[in-house]
């Protein structure tokens, strides 16, 4: 479940309305990362995901969700920013704008 350089473990403290913090995931912009699952299917998503919401992946655990998280923001940083990946995503075959399972 982990990736190289990602964080050994993800610490989450409670956040509005039953999402979580994730306290050692920071977004270029400073702010903390935050999954939830207070969707009506109740899986786990990452909750400021700048991706079309039918496209968002699903999670079954919150420390999975917590490293899509810190997976795509590492994702964002290479591409140059959040408007570059999300110009990235326009292409028909990439791979991260599938939902997971």
């Known amino acids: 479940m982990t990736a ?3 964080p050994p473990f993800f610490s989450c403290s409670p956040w ?7 306290d050692n995931i920071r977004w270029p912009n400073g702010g903390c ?3 939830s699952r207070n ?5 786990w998503r990452i909750a400021c995901d700048p991706r079309p ?3 968002q992946p699903t999670f079954k655990a919150r420390d999975a969700a917590a490293l899509a998280e810190w997976r795509l923001i590492q994702d964002i ?4 920013g959040e408007a570059a990946y ?11 704008v599938r939902p997971a399972a």
Do not use: I, M, Q
């Not at 969707?39 to 899986?43: A, G, P, S, T």
């Not at 999300?86 to 292409?91: D, E, G, I, P, V």
């Open 4 to 6: 190289p350089n990602a």
């Open 16 to 22: 509005r309305r039953g999402g979580w913090c994730v």
């Open 33 to 35: 990362g935050c999954v």
């Open 39 to 43: 969707y009506v299917d109740r899986k």
């Open 53 to 55: 919401f039918e496209t």
């Open 77 to 80: 940083t290479a591409a140059g």
């Open 86 to 96: 999300l110009a990235s995503l326009k292409s028909k075959d990439a791979p991260h």
